[in-house]
């Protein structure tokens, strides 16, 4: 039998996610010596862990810059440039989250140390989906990821809109992973291995037993799956009562960490397992991807609350990013499509957290307050606040000077690369195209409300809301205006085979 | 020493931090009258960029090729082909290493004096406008704060424009300025010019500020026009590789060049010598086409083009011919702006950008000459304007057009290092004679002050003075030698700089430039020379007036001397003015200043001394400053008595009316623009398009139109369309609203619909 | 052969048993049933040379937690599940989708395409010596799947943790039973 070796395993290299995973183990036994009124000092733990873990992963990124990609625990996992990209932006979506939750727990009076620490646990599946390489590994960073998020989202417990979120998103994701699992099983089948690189020999007719029909089969069951994590059509239909239902900081984060999530597996199994057949996985891809931003920014339209509204938005704002991985089939595409999505999904993450952190500041304590009306006024009683709302909203719909709009140019770029010879794809970059139009409807109806409506927008910020917020706001705009330091390090966010 | 160069961007990083101190924090800053703090930061950051300029200055040393020190990748677009990649990298050589020690050496001791000045500057405007007590000290923490954030964000723009690599950075430094100086000299905005009378005097603060940042466009749409043509010639728009390209072009066709960088042209080194025989030699026959669009026209026209576009915008910046008239007017600012603006920042941007450019100046002969024509038709007519003016600063300020003539007339001949030298040298005298300017007029108000607050108590409301008071006419001064001692000296020193007496600074860069000029052009020597006669002329009649003879007014009469502050200020200027000149003397073949600029400016040559030009300009100098004397020194003008110059007659007038350049604009310009304004606006828009074609042909066919196509087509067809398009989107949106029905059952069913839709596809893909 | 009808026969079972413990509406009964089925597959595993994962499977699920199952219900009363009338048209369309999802599939399955189907089944490779062995998985689920191995233990904590903080009420703490059942019952 072959025993793992310490250079096999490579602790170094995942070490990021390993600190993040221990901590969060230990701040769960240290959270039960902090007393109730003190647990935001568990708060700050937890940044300090994203904060070492942060650096870790700074250092990981100078060393792949020196080295290039290695793999970890086997080939089970492989710390490539997407991964420690994506790495990067789920520390930090998980850093606002807790300065989103900060002040919010308290005021509605659900304080409890496990947020972070769950918090925690979440961002660690996010990491290790970032860098798996193996389909076992996929599954269970998706469980890791998705676990403490149904926790999450019923964490305002006994309130029960939020009970029944949690719930449905149990349910639903429970239901979403028995295909998963069920693909990766027939995966298994027809190619004798789990290993994404084993996947893509036993497709192209070697291996230990190939048998390519399955593996499709799979493939199929498996972007199911995959799909529903990303909230695409039609397996969305969780996300507007989960969105609604959850505390709003759960929200935030998890339109953030959890898409972001789905998509570094979507984008690393079928680029790496499946390229063999992506004129199958394309087509249906591309589909689902024009469904998805069909039927996002139409329902969105009709939305009064906004959290609902954000959560159709994020349901459109996953078909962009769609449209990239199906962009990125073509081999001669993929490194500019995988920056494109890497890097919308970065602007996405800072612009959508930044527009919650604003729907927090506006949410009353009984929950009410987060209707569109409620903006009414807001420039005048809060100008700043309404300034940071514009330049979210701005960014959401793509529209100069914003970091969105440089998302989706580089969305749109690399789908027109790609559109060469393929009809289909140039259909979804014009339904793409047509559709942010009609986002721009229901965006920019809260900016409208904001400046043009009378009425006293009452808001609320607290100093660790005003930081997101600051924060948040800036990087929208800096991305938006010289997004090319970041735009580079995207560029280095390359898939690799386990290295 | 090299790792050195890479603390350079701290140069403009801290006037900005001063900005930002001053802008958030400045008022706060300021809890008593007296409070100096906001022009303390705005001091220690200008001198702080000064210590970064002296350790770039000792790098240089070190390593004198310099270095570019990348800060952020600004712009990159496009790839293959057509690429665009403008860092933010800074340029640290031996140009812009002199350029930052005069910007940041001269700038810090301006922002000293200015601590001082404004401090009594801001009292005067908050008394004049009754404010007292509380209101008064908002005021000025208002004023005091956003003085200073607008001299940093001075300081800081002209730094980018300094340290800039390429023209596009350089611009963004070049716009700066401009809404720097837009911003200072309309500071007092809100604050007409009265006198005692309620008249306005002089030119609204406001207008000047708008006809300085208007003219400044004017010019900057030249620059503009000249970096799109650089960039479409050349591909780039970093300076050396412009320059490398360029040069390349001489012999190989465009294509071939477009590839090319600095770095790889480099190392042949000859390359460059060669460019330089040629240069030295007849002019070149440039004949490589440069495909520009439809046209192909030469190399050698493209590169005048781009060189008399970059010409017309140094003209904004430097105040040339024909877009000088701003820089008088820009003296309505505060003094120490004036200082700032005319001696050490703005004006020498043109000349700076044009030395940097000395490579495509090189190459388009033509443009050289426009040059030195233009600066020293400029030098004569500025110099003769000055000779006729009875404002303090407005002297200075036409002196100074006419001082910068003298250097743009120096690049335009190839003299690149005079040019760069005279630049140096008249940083420190022309702020020396600003900030005197302004200690005089500091002094003359607050005599005035004394003056008028006795007399209120025991004369007649101001039946003395025929004139109104204005603190800046000369004729009202005389006699100050013996109220301000210390301003008096520091303020003969300068004029004798000015004026080029040796051994003072003034006189061997304005002799190297003379000297440049009688070997290249006879014209161009002569307005020089008469200009440099009509120089002295002015300052000793400025000198005798303000300084000599016996007090006109009563304000001068209790003019006191200014506080320590703005003098040490002054006596640190003064001493810079008195040996300036050892930077780059020309005994004995050592021109450091020439030796130290060759190391980045490709086409610099070193001039050697000839005595008999030094000769003749000296004497000229001496007998302007002795005719001085005879019509205004050796018999004072008295209390009311008129200029001796008046019985010139007509040739006064003219002078005194600045040539009517203004007339001369308004009406080419201001009014022919401000009639077709009207006539387009009146007759055109609203009596023609709107009276006519609207009211008659338009409406009235509209409305027979509209009673037949109101009601069945537009409402039942068109409407019915748009609203239609919008109502289904809407109702598509309800009633897929509808399908959220909350129960999970029907969303694993919409799940499960999924799956079978793609599991279908895929098996009919693949078994079909 | 005989191995081909003993699986035809077991499939049945387990489908059946699945089946119904979908459709009876009494709790204990379909827990029952889906004792039936984990037990099929528990003599699955044994056909296919995994005794030691037989075993786990009859002693963990079909036996340890079967049992908290069942304990919960009954604690709970809540044997009888309503069934909702509303909706009537998701319960023949789910029917149909699974139907059309059987279609699919079998026609996966017996598709000339697929090597080794059940029309013609691919000859079973040799196992290994000790394949299937307690310690033969054992090896493989330290060595080679060491980080799977870990996350799972990761997911356990979470899944505890997740059960307290969704059923522990901070003002009035209930009784330890029922948490430590669903701890119990979601952890595995």
């Known amino acids: 039998m072959n025993l793992p070796t310490l250079e096999s395993i490579n602790l170094a290299a995942s070490l990021p996610v390993l600190i993040l995973a221990g901590w969060a183990c230990l701040l769960t036994a240290i959270d039960l010596f902090i007393s109730p009124e003190r647990k935001h000092w568990t708060a700050w733990l937890a940044v300090l862990g994203l904060l070492a873990s942060g650096v870790a992963l700074g250092f990981e990124a100078v060393a792949y810059s020196q080295r290039g990609a290695v793999s970890a625990f086997g080939d089970m996992a492989v710390v490539d440039g997407f991964a420690l990209f994506l790495q990067g932006v789920f520390l930090l979506s998980a850093f606002l989250g807790i ?273 569109v009306e409620d903006f009414a006024g807001l420039a005048k009683t809060r100008p700043w606040l309404a300034i940071a709302m514009t330049l979210f909203m701005l960014s959401l719909t793509g529209i100069p000077p914003s970091a969105g709009m440089v998302g989706k140019f580089f969305v749109f770029q690399a789908a027109v690369q790609a559109s060469v010879g393929d009809p289909l794809i140039l259909t979804v970059t014009i339904i793409g195209v047509l559709t942010s139009v009609i986002s721009a409807f229901y965006y920019l109806r809260i900016p409208v409300m904001m400046y043009f409506r009378d009425g006293e927008g009452q808001a609320n910020v607290q100093p660790a809301l005003g930081v997101a917020l600051a924060l948040t706001a800036l990087a929208t705009f800096l991305l938006g205006v010289v997004p090319a330091p970041f735009l580079q390090m995207a560029r280095h966010a390359l898939l690799t085979l386990a290295g | 020493m090299d790792g050195l160069f890479s603390i350079v961007p701290l140069i403009i990083l801290a006037p900005f931090t001063g900005v930002l101190i001053n802008v958030f924090f400045g008022r706060k800053l300021m809890p008593r009258r007296d409070s100096v703090a906001p022009g303390v930061i705005a001091s220690s950051m200008a001198g702080f960029s000064f210590l970064i300029a002296v350790l770039m200055f000792f790098a240089l040393l070190a390593n004198p090729a310099g270095a570019e020190v990348p800060v952020l990748t600004w712009i990159n677009v496009g790839d293959g082909d057509f690429t665009l990649h403008i860092p933010w990298t800074l340029k640290v050589d031996t140009l812009s290493s002199v350029m930052m020690l005069v910007v940041t050496g001269v700038g810090t001791l301006i922002h000293i004096y200015a601590i001082g000045y404004m401090h009594g500057d801001i009292d005067e405007k908050a008394a004049s406008r009754g404010l007292e007590g509380e209101e008064a000290l908002d005021f000025k923490r208002r004023r005091y704060a956003r003085f200073f954030a607008f001299f940093n964000l001075f300081l800081g723009s002209m730094l980018v424009l300094v340290t800039a690599n390429n023209y596009l950075m350089m611009f963004v430094g070049w716009e700066l300025v401009g809404l720097c100086s837009y911003l200072l000299i309309g500071f007092w905005f809100d604050s007409p010019e009265k006198n005692e009378a309620g008249q306005i005097i002089g030119v609204l603060n406001s207008s000047a500020g708008r006809k300085a940042f208007v003219v400044n466009r004017v010019g900057d749409f030249g620059m503009l026009l000249a970096i799109m043509l650089i960039f479409w010639s050349f591909g780039t728009l970093e300076f050396d590789d412009v320059f490398a390209r360029a040069e390349c072009m001489i012999e190989a066709p465009q294509a071939e060049c477009l590839t090319l960088s600095a770095a790889e042209l480099a190392p042949q080194g000859e390359g460059e010598a060669a460019a330089e025989e040629h240069g030295e030699g007849e002019a070149r026959a440039l004949t490589t086409p440069i495909a520009l669009g439809p046209f192909a026209p030469t190399l050698g026209v493209v590169v005048t083009a781009i060189t008399l576009l970059l010409l017309l915008g140094a003209t904004g910046k430097s105040a040339q011919i024909p877009l000088f008239v ?183 860069s304005k002799d190297e430039i003379l000297l440049d000029a009688s070997l290249n052009s006879t014209l161009v020597y002569i307005l020089l020379t008469v200009a440099a006669f009509f120089t002295a002329f002015y300052m000793g009649r400025q000198v005798f007036m303000v300084f000599y003879g016996s007090e006109r007014t009563e304000a001068a009469r209790h003019a006191q001397e200014s506080p320590p502050v703005m003098t040490i200020p002054l006596i640190v200027l003064a001493g810079l003015s008195v040996v300036g000149g050892l930077i780059n003397l020309p005994v004995g073949g050592l021109h450091p200043l020439g030796r130290w600029l060759e190391e980045s400016v490709a086409n610099a040559h070193i001039a050697s001394f000839n005595i008999l030009v030094a000769t003749i300009s000296t004497v000229l100098a001496l007998v302007a400053i002795g005719l001085s004397y005879l019509l205004y020194g050796r018999k004072p003008l008295e209390e009311g008595e008129a200029d001796p110059l008046y019985s010139t007659g007509p040739v006064f007038t003219f002078l005194n009316r600045k040539w009517y350049w203004d007339e001369l604009y308004a009406a080419i310009f201001v009014r022919p623009y401000n009639r077709l304004g009207d006539f387009l606006a009146n007759a055109v828009d609203w009596q023609f398009w709107h009276d006519f074609v609207h009211d008659r042909i338009i409406a009235d066919a509209f409305q027979g139109w509209a009673a037949i196509l109101s009601r069945p087509i537009d409402l039942g067809i068109v409407d019915g369309a748009v609203n239609g398009v919008a109502q ?25 619909m999924g799956v079978v839709a793609i599991l279908a596809y895929l098996a009919i893909r693949f078994l079909v | 052969m005989p191995g081909v009808i003993l699986f035809a026969i077991l499939a049945l079972v387990a489908i059946l048993s699945a089946i119904g413990m979908l459709t009876s509406t009494n709790a204990v009964h379909a827990a029952l049933f889906l004792v039936i089925n984990l037990a099929c597959i528990a003599v699955f595993f044994l056909g296919l040379s995994a005794p030691f994962l037989a075993m786990v499977q009859v002693t963990v699920y079909a036996g340890a937690i079967m049992v908290l199952f069942l304990f919960v219900i009954m604690l709970l009363g809540a044997e009888r599940v309503p069934l909702s009338s509303r909706l009537r048209w998701q319960a023949p369309l789910a029917i149909a989708l699974v139907l059309a999802l059987l279609a699919v599939t079998l026609l996966v399955a017996f598709s000339p395409q697929v090597q080794g189907n059940l029309v013609n089944p691919r000859p079973v490779p040799p196992e290994a010596q000790g394949f299937g062995s307690p310690q033969a998985v054992g090896e493989t689920l330290f060595a080679r799947y060491l980080l799977p191995f870990q996350m799972v233990g990761l997911l356990l904590l979470v899944a505890m943790i997740g059960v307290v903080v969704l059923t522990k009420d901070e003002r009035k703490p209930t009784g330890h039973i029922s948490e430590n059942a669903q701890a119990s019952d979601r952890a595995a």
């Open chain 2, 326 to 508: 701003w820089l008088p007017d820009a003296m309505a600012g505060p003094t120490p702006v004036s200082a700032l603006i005319h001696a050490a920042t703005m004006v020498t941007a043109g000349i700076y950008m044009i030395t940097r450019s000395n490579v495509l100046y090189a190459m388009a002969p033509v443009s050289g000459m426009v040059v030195a024509v233009i600066g020293g038709a400029t030098a004569f007519v500025a110099a003769s304007i000055a000779v006729a003016q009875f404002d303090i600063k407005r002297v200075l300020a036409y002196s100074t057009i006419s001082q910068l003539g003298f250097m743009i007339a120096a690049v335009g001949l190839g003299g690149y290092i005079a040019g760069i030298f005279h630049l140096a040298t008249h940083a420190f005298f022309k702020a020396l004679l600003f900030l005197g300017s302004g200690s005089v007029i500091h002094g003359m108000e607050h005599g005035h002050h004394h003056a008028h607050g006795q007399g209120e108590h025991h004369d007649a409301p101001h039946g003395e003075d025929e004139r109104p008071f204005d603190p800046q006419d000369m004729r009202q001064m005389g006699g100050l030698r013996k109220h301000m001692p210390v301003t008096t000296w520091v303020y003969i020193i300068g004029a004798l700089a000015l004026a080029g007496i040796p051994p003072l600074a003034g006189f061997w």
């Open chain 2, 728 to 752: 289904l989107v809407e109702s598509t949106s309800r009633s897929l609203r509808r399908v959220q029905t909350g129960y999970v059952r029907n969303y694993a069913l919409a799940v499960l």
């Open chain 1, 99 to 371: 300065l989103l939750a900060l002040n919010y727990l308290p005021r509605h009076n659900i304080e409890r140390g496990e947020y972070y620490t769950l918090l925690l646990f979440t961002t660690s599946g996010m990491m290790l989906m970032a860098m798996a390489a193996d389909l076992i590994v996929v599954f269970l960073a998706l469980e890791l990821l998705s676990l403490p998020l149904y926790v999450l989202s019923g964490f305002a417990h006994p309130r029960l809109d939020s009970e029944e979120a949690a719930m449905k998103y149990f349910l639903l994701g429970a239901f979403a992973s028995g295909f998963l699992v069920y693909g990766i099983a027939l995966t298994y089948g027809g190619a004798g291995t789990t290993l994404l690189s084993g996947v893509v020999e036993a497709l192209v007719g070697g291996g230990p037993a190939p048998n390519p029909v399955l593996a499709i089969v799979g493939m199929g069951l498996i972007l199911v799956g995959l799909g529903f994590k990303v909230a695409a059509v039609p397996f969305h239909m969780w996300t507007p009562d989960v969105y609604q239902g959850a505390p709003t900081p759960v929200t935030a984060f998890m339109s953030v960490g959890a898409k972001a999530g789905g998509f570094a597996a979507l984008l690393r199994v079928f680029l790496i397992a499946f390229p063999a057949t992506g004129d199958t996985w394309g087509v249906v891809i591309a589909i689902i991807a024009a469904l998805t931003m069909i039927l996002g920014n139409v329902v969105a339209i009709s939305q009064s609350n906004v959290k609902r509204m954000l959560a159709y938005s994020s349901i459109a704002h996953a078909g962009y990013v769609l449209v990239a991985v199906a962009a990125a089939r073509y081999p001669e595409v993929e490194p500019l499509a995988v920056s494109a999505a890497v890097f919308y999904l970065l602007t996405y993450a800072v612009t959508n957290l930044g527009a919650f952190a604003i729907v927090i500041a506006l949410e009353r304590d009984d929950g009410t307050g987060v209707e």
